[in-house]
């Protein structure tokens, strides 16, 4: 077959963006599972194995050491270092690490691999790295730095930090919109969660918050995806990595798909042991799209882990702080926690999402061409203007 020519690709792009709905990732969600029993015993989290290394110390050497190196290696606590070199050797390297999360998730430093350490690693979590390029952005036990360097990267004041750079969204932004991967073909209760998330934010700074139906245009997109989905960061299954979104302005916000998601109801009572609330980590992960870092305050929401069955959505004072510090302070806020969901945008593009459309391209191509361009469209590339340009 030909070399398929640049107008040809620009047209297989927008094809592809318009029949997203035909590559389908579900997600498992639940209303109200507090009265609902599974079949079979539920499976242990993606990290449970590391419970079996209580009390190892430096200079032991034990099985699954490698694999909990490779876990401080994706959370940044161990640098450039490839996985595939690590030991079950406890080392200086492990060591260090070691005491460099119990400092960041206020545990008694030891540098031994104790109950209450364990009982930490072994939480789900977000998959934003805790020490991102060798600076930790968790505050616990630092010092309050000054603006006396125009290159300070931190502000550290209380627990809440920033990325490295302090990204956020350009000055004078007012409203960023969202939208939803069409292929996970969400409910509007689903949905529904994320409004109300987008509003606890909304309530305490100056932006707001808009649904679109034009998923690629959007400032902000969301989606649920299994394994490894392309941007390098895989999700692990059940209670691992819940979800992880991008500083700004990337813009994007994906979920594991194969989490057991909590819609409605009292999370905490759900018979479901696995049980992951929505919104919780809704609210955690916008804040990172907003350009918020973890926080060491275990109460704010921006703290890395929350356990299953838990709810935890309203923002602490910390988190506050760290957003107005970014985007100013609402005028209207006046401290209380009710909440209103942005209205949604279904003018533009709705139709398109249609599983029911057919298309068909003007030249014949490859199989293995749309998987390429799909790819390159759907993680590589935010938005089909940017393949245009790329091309060009």
Partial sequence: MNKPQPHQL??????????????????????????WLPDHAPLGGAWDAFRNLTGCHRGDNYDGLANLKSYFERFGYIPHAP??????????????AIKTYQKNFNLNVTGVLDDSTLRQIVLPRCGVADIINGTTT????????????????????????????????????????????????????????????????????????????????????????????????PFDGSLGTLAHAFSPTNGRFHLDADED?????????????????????????????????????????????????????VLAQDDIKGIQFLYGTNPNYN??????????DSSDGSNSSSSSCSWR?????????????????????PRVYDIIIFII
């Fill in 335 to 344: 401290g209380s926690s009710a909440t209103s969901a942005p209205e949604r």
């Fill in 83 to 96: 996985p595939s070199n690590f030991s079950d050797e406890f080392d200086d390297a492990l060591e260090s």
């Fill in 138 to 233: 968790m505050n616990a036990g630092k010092q309050n730095e000054t603006a006396s360097s125009s290159k300070l990267r931190f502000h550290t004041v209380a627990h809440y930090t920033l990325f490295p750079g302090m990204p956020r969204w350009p000055e004078g932004t007012e409203e960023l919109t969202y939208a939803f991967n069409p292929g996970n073909g969400l409910t509007d209760t689903v949905k529904g969660v994320f409004a109300v998330a987008f509003a606890r934010w909304s309530e305490v700074t100056s932006l707001t918050f808009r649904e679109t139906e034009s998923y690629f245009s959007a400032d902000i997109r969301i989606g649920f995806f299994s394994g490894d989905h392309g941007d390098g960061e």
């Fill in 261 to 313: 998601w909590v819609v409605s109801g009292d999370v905490t009572q759900s018979a479901l042991s696995t049980a992951v609330d929505l919104e919780s980590v809704a609210v955690h992960e916008i804040g990172h799209l907003l350009g918020l870092g973890h926080s060491s305050e275990e109460e704010a929401v921006m703290f890395p882990t929350i356990s299953s069955r838990r709810k935890k959505v």
């Fill in 10 to 35: 620009i047209t297989l792009a927008f094809f592809l963006s318009f029949s997203l709905t035909n590559f389908v990732v579900s997600a498992r969600f639940f209303p109200n599972v507090s009265s």
């Fill in 361 to 381: 391209l003007p030249f014949p191509c490859s199989h293995d061409m749309v998987n390429s361009v799909y790819t390159f469209i759907h993680y590589r590339i």
